[in-house]
């Protein structure tokens, strides 16, 4: 068998899960694996899509990022999927499922490497590299609140620069790797994907019932006592990151002494 095959069959031969990716789906291409199982998720309900379904892609036409950023990966290069869940949680804490993904991922790159990985605040997975951080891969989670204030559904979705040949990566103002120019080794995607899979069944149902994620995540957050500038909508600061709290929010120590509380934001560390 081929572990490099995305295909259900190889799939469900290698999975340890109990829910998560049970219910199924491969395709080569497609738009966006957020977006199609987003209109699923709103039209359908548990009985007909439940809680665990997962859709995986080779190639997305229009891939994308945190903030509408375009995401590209040539086929057979990168692990794309999206993850249904429905953890009936207040919105405030949504950001919990970021630090599922991002701690599944990490857990699941360094099964499989020698690599050590590290997250930055608030969805992207990467590592050190010569003393620079570089990006592998991020985390985007939408969904619906209902009437009540809480998640109705979330998407989980993930991307990862798996076997990109350094001239394949893609360039941009965040330095970008990929596993195998890091590792300097092919790693299959079908393993990291069943890996993954075990690793967001096992950091969510203990988010379910009532332990959070928080320290595991920030222990691996690069942020975390660094100069970083934040960008938001309607201003930039510049400071030390110096924790978050309960919910994942950041906590800056700013330049001119102030304190802020950072729930969104385009994080940028500095040298």
């Known amino acids: 068998m081929k572990m490099d095959d995305l295909a259900i069959t ?10 998560v990716g049970r219910t199924y789906e491969y395709v080569e291409t497609v738009t966006s694996t957020n977006d199609v199982l987003k209109k699923r998720a709103a039209e359908l309900d548990e009985a007909a899509l ?5 859709l995986v892609a080779d190639y997305q036409s229009r891939g994308r990022g ?12 990168s692990l794309m999927l999206s993850l249904l869940l429905r953890p ?22 360094e099964s499989l490497t020698n690599l050590s990985i ?14 620079v951080w570089h990006k592998l891969g991020g985390v985007l989670v939408e969904g619906n609140v209902a009437q009540n204030g809480r998640l109705q559904y979330a998407v989980l979705g993930m991307g990862l620069n798996v076997n990109m040949t ?18 300097g080794q092919r790693v299959e995607r079908c393993a990291l994907l069943v890996s993954f899979l075990a690793g967001v069944e096992s950091w969510y149902e203990t988010a379910v019932a009532g332990q959070s994620p928080v320290s595991a995540w920030e222990k691996r957050l690069v942020t975390i ?28 120590s700013a ?9 969104a934001g385009d994080v940028t560390l500095r040298t």
Do not use: F, Y
Request: proline residues 5%.
């Open 10 to 19: 190889a799939v469900s031969r290698n999975l340890a899960t109990l829910w």
């Open 50 to 54: 439940p809680e665990g379904a997962v």
């Open 66 to 77: 945190r903030l509408g950023r375009r995401w590209e990966a040539l086929p057979g290069t």
């Open 88 to 109: 009936q949680w207040p919105v405030c804490q949504s950001l919990w499922l970021t630090m599922i993904a991002g701690l599944a991922a990490a857990e699941a790159i």
């Open 118 to 131: 590290s997250l930055k605040w608030p969805n992207d997975v990467g590592l050190e590299l010569d003393g």
């Open 166 to 183: 350094a001239a394949q990566l893609p360039e941009g103002r965040t330095p970008v790797t990929s596993v195998l120019v890091a590792g």
């Open 225 to 252: 006592g660094r100069q970083v500038t934040v960008k938001q909508a309607d201003k930039t600061l510049s400071g030390v990151a110096v924790g978050v709290d309960d919910w994942g929010q950041l906590k800056l």
């Open 255 to 263: 330049d001119d002494g102030s304190l802020h509380l950072i729930a």
